[in-house]
């Protein structure tokens, strides 16, 4: 079981729970992934995962193990996500739930990340 505040996704599917805390530099292995010309939009942080939005997908860069030693990388293009939406809850973590053909991603969004942000980036890549 992860700390609290990591992402769960061992399992294709389950059901991935991440809660953002904050803005971060785009990991290394997900550079190495980018597609020539392919820019980044916005990257959040986990207490050791991230989410990553460029202009072409969404990635999930997940951290495994207790010294890291396994890494996965998801990639969602935008074309497969259907929907998404915003929940505001007024006091405390804020909500985005991303629904693809295959799963449902579940955000908990800290007051420290602009949630008005990536939903504008999901509004304009997801056309």
């Known amino acids: 079981?992860?700390?609290k505040g990591e992402s769960e996704m061992a399992d294709q599917n389950e059901n991935p729970v991440?809660?953002?805390t904050g803005k971060t530099n785009v990991p290394v292995s997900v550079e190495a992934i980018l597609a020539d010309g392919e820019r980044v939009l916005g990257?959040?942080?986990?207490?050791?995962?991230a989410l990553v939005l460029t202009d072409r997908r969404l990635v999930l860069y997940d951290v495994e193990g207790l010294m890291g030693?396994?890494?996965t990388i998801r990639t969602i293009p935008y074309r497969a996500i259907?929907?998404?939406?915003?929940?505001?809850k007024g006091i405390g973590k804020e909500g985005l739930e991303i629904l693809t053909r295959s799963q449902t991603i579940s955000l908990k969004v800290?007051?420290?990340?602009?949630?008005?942000?990536?939903?504008?980036?999901?509004?304009?890549?997801?056309?």
């Not at 990257?43 to 995962?49: F, G, L, P």
């Not at 259907?82 to 505001?88: A, D, L």
């Open 69 to 71: 030693a396994s890494q």
């Open 43 to 49: 990257a959040y942080k986990t207490i050791r995962d």
């Open 18 to 20: 991440w809660t953002l």
């Open 110 to 127: 800290d007051r420290s990340c602009d949630i008005d942000e990536m939903a504008k980036i999901l509004a304009k890549s997801c056309v």
């Open 82 to 88: 259907e929907s998404f939406s915003i929940q505001n």
């Open 1 to 3: 079981m992860k700390p």
